[in-house]
């Protein structure tokens, strides 16, 4: 059976940073995308970083925020210069490379930055 399983959100004050890790299992996850999503109060779930195995460490960048993949099964959500918008539940999720639509997710971990 699949997982995914998120961890390392918590509590955290304006500019501060967290690292989200997700460990995925039940298969290998080699020609699988792997994204990161967040949901706010109030607000609809919006895509923030996702990233593809191609062998060997992988990372990108999207300002204040690094995604990594040391593995085919777990990647990473580094969030720097933390804002207290950057609040939200966030979700890891895996998609095949040969589809649009991410088909696992994980149960999510709550990101709190006061301000």
């Known amino acids: 059976q699949v997982q995914l399983v998120e961890s390392g959100g918590g509590l955290v004050q304006a500019g501060g940073s967290l690292r989200l890790s997700c460990a995925a299992s039940?298969?290998?996850?080699?020609?699988?995308?792997m994204g990161w999503f967040r949901q706010a109060p109030g607000k609809e779930r919006e895509f923030v970083l996702d990233?593809?195995?191609?062998g060997g460490r992988t990372d990108s960048v999207k300002g204040r925020f690094t995604i990594s993949r040391a593995n085919p099964n777990t990647v990473y959500l580094e969030m720097n210069s933390l804002k207290p918008e950057d609040t939200a539940v966030y979700y890891c999720?895996?998609?095949?490379?040969?589809?649009?639509?991410?088909?696992?997710w994980g149960q999510g971990t709550q990101v709190t930055v006061s301000s």
């Open positions: 039940g298969r290998t996850f080699s020609s699988y995308v």
């Open positions: 990233i593809g195995w191609g």
């Open positions: 999720a895996a998609r095949s490379n040969t589809r649009e639509e991410y088909t696992f």
